[in-house]
């Protein structure tokens, strides 16, 4: 919903300024025009444009500074583009019938996502059954406020934006190399999608021999994937670029609760607390913020305890059974507390302790000696170990948080995954929060995914994409027309592969809305259990 509003309320936008465009034109004509004309500004449907020849000089200038470094990297840019287009039309056939609804996100949680480009991105792990995993990379529609967050949006128009300006540039420094003429350089913004466009003398390109003008045409994809890989150092090498602002791979700070957090309160989580460990796993990042939940369910904390201390503490009641199979030996309404399972160390004398008891969750912790393994036969150095008797779904975190108390939590570690969003920059000065660093690292990894993602949709023998022209070109090969002497044969051969190759976009670009509607159905016919 928040994304239909807000593409609505760009079309009204784009209304009022169709509007007044018009209203100038017929009013102001010969002012309004010659403003037009002096900014290379046009107002369309649903359209802006914006062209300019100031940068000819500019793109002629830098081709000409350092020509054979370009030369040698636009030749590396033609081998890496043919030897990508095998590799992007399996990948992208493979995604139009590959029917996964798993959904994807560049800013969250777990690790970056494969490739994507021009809302076309993400790379997914699919298990078959417990045991055994089979890993596949595909393509998926990236749709802010569907698989995007739709906070997210500024930086999924920015990497659009720089990726597309970048791509344009590589054609052009290309085509002043091969004295191709350039007539222009431009933006337009289609709805909220911003696509960059250098004009070419089109005779002069169609003329150039078929090296040269493969050179030309694959030089946007060869940027595409510099530009990845640049942005992609840049991502990894940001901890250590801020490491004199932020203490980094030590802890992670909290940035924000949701409203619906189980975490916030007076003796909750707040805006600031640096979290070094969850039980016993010490916290250094999102990385190890994730896998520390994860594994307090998978290996639920058990507390050596002193004998002392429980026949002080013990609050039991008779015991009874839960209709989950659990034991209670405590008061309903004694909600601090919860029944222990005493687990006896098989190389320990007998101790004379009920199996049994109740005891102050808080206490507990605070006065015990530390961890204990239960699947370890309870081994503890001091003391002996119990082991909260709690459902599956449920465990306690102690989470340890850096000059404030322990918080302790009872739950499940999707409540704090969901509602408590976190950064590994840890400030050193006030002057500069994680917000700062968190962006910057965000943008690039929105970059980096899009760079690889146009790099693969553009080499896709596609209309309107390179890989259409590239296929052209080769066609046009000496050795080809030997081969296929026949003009209209050649033709064919091409308008049949453009024409598959652009088939399977147009699945791959539906594939996704549909998959995600079918999907949001099925959730809404499927019965609510209480």
């Known amino acids: 919903m928040e994304l239909i509003f807000a593409l609505a309320l760009v079309v009204v936008i784009y209304l009022v300024l169709l509007?007044?465009?018009?209203?100038?034109?017929?009013?102001?004509?010969?002012?309004?025009?010659?403003?037009?004309?002096?900014?290379?500004?046009?107002v369309k449907f649903l359209r802006l444009q914006w062209r300019t020849t100031g940068l000819n000089r500019s793109i002629v200038k830098w081709s000409t500074k350092y020509p054979r470094i370009l030369d040698w990297s636009f030749n590396v840019g033609v081998y890496l583009s043919l030897l990508l287009m095998p590799f992007a039309v399996v990948l992208i056939v493979a995604?139009?019938?590959?029917?996964?609804?798993?959904?994807?996100?560049?800013?969250?949680?777990?690790?970056?996502?494969?490739?994507?480009?021009a809302g076309v991105g993400g790379g997914k792990a699919a298990s078959n059954d417990r045991?055994?995993?089979?890993?596949?990379?595909?393509?998926?529609?990236?749709?802010?406020?569907?698989?995007?967050?739709?906070?997210?949006?500024?930086?999924?128009?920015?990497?659009l934006a720089i990726n597309s300006i970048v791509h344009e540039l590589g054609h052009g420094l290309a085509a002043v190399l091969e004295d191709v003429q350039i007539r222009g350089f431009?933006?337009?913004?289609?709805?909220?999608?911003?696509?960059?466009?250098?004009?070419?003398?089109?005779?002069?390109?169609?003329?150039?021999?078929?090296?040269?003008?493969l050179r030309v045409l694959c030089a946007g994809i060869w940027h595409n994937l510099i530009l990845g890989l640049f942005t992609y150092l840049l991502f990894v090498s940001t901890p250590m670029l801020f490491s004199s602002l932020y203490r980094t791979?030590?802890?992670?700070?909290?940035?924000?609760?949701?409203?619906?957090?189980?975490?916030?309160?007076a003796r909750g989580l707040e805006q600031g607390d640096i979290i070094k460990s969850i039980n016993a796993c010490g916290i250094h990042h999102e990385e190890s913020w994730f896998a520390c939940l994860l594994q307090t369910i998978q290996s639920p904390p058990a507390y050596c305890v002193s004998t002392d201390f429980v026949h002080l503490n013990d609050e039991s009641v008779p015991i009874s059974h839960k209709n989950d199979g659990l034991i209670e030996c405590c008061d309903s309404e004694n909600t601090a507390s919860s029944c222990f399972e005493y687990l006896v160390d098989a190389n320990e004398d007998d101790v004379a302790l009920p199996q049994h008891m109740c005891l102050n969750i808080r206490k507990t912790i605070e006065n015990s000696f530390g961890y204990c393994h239960h699947h370890d036969s309870g081994q503890c150095a001091e003391g002996h170990c119990f082991?909260?008797?709690?459902?599956?779904?449920?465990?306690?975190?102690?989470?340890?948080?850096?000059?404030?108390?322990?918080?302790?939590?009872?739950?499940?570690?999707?409540?704090?995954?969901?509602?408590v969003q976190i950064s590994r920059f840890v400030p050193k000065t006030d002057l500069f929060g994680p917000r700062f660093a968190d962006s910057i690292q965000l943008l690039l990894k929105y970059v980096t995914v899009f760079a690889l993602g146009l790099a693969f949709i553009n080499v896709m023998p596609c209309y309107g994409f390179d890989g259409q022209h590239i296929v052209n070109t080769l066609l046009t090969d000496n050795l080809i027309q030997k081969r296929i002497p026949q003009k209209a044969t050649r033709d064919m051969i091409s308008l049949v592969i453009n024409v598959i190759g652009t088939l399977f976009v147009f699945i791959l670009l539906i594939k996704y809305p549909l998959v995600s509607l079918s999907f949001a159905a099925a959730s809404t016919d499927r019965p609510s259990s209480s």
């Open 387 to 419: 082991k909260p008797s709690i459902n599956n779904y449920t465990t306690i975190m102690q989470i340890r948080r850096e000059a404030k108390p322990d918080v302790i939590y009872i739950g499940h570690p999707a409540d704090l995954s969901r509602t």
């Open 131 to 159: 045991h055994t995993e089979r890993r596949m990379v595909e393509l998926d529609l990236l749709i802010p406020g569907v698989n995007l967050p739709i906070s997210e949006i500024g930086y999924y128009i920015a990497a």
């Open 19 to 42: 509007f007044f465009d018009g209203f100038f034109k017929s009013c102001m004509h010969y002012p309004y025009d010659a403003f037009l004309r002096s900014t290379g500004l046009s």
């Open 249 to 265: 791979n030590e802890a992670v700070i909290v940035t924000g609760l949701k409203n619906n957090s189980p975490l916030a309160g």
């Open 95 to 117: 995604s139009s019938f590959h029917s996964g609804n798993q959904h994807h996100s560049i800013g969250g949680g777990g690790g970056a996502s494969a490739s994507a480009g």
């Open 186 to 213: 431009g933006m337009q913004v289609m709805l909220i999608i911003p696509i960059a466009y250098t004009q070419l003398d089109t005779d002069q390109l169609m003329a150039l021999k078929v090296w040269k003008r």
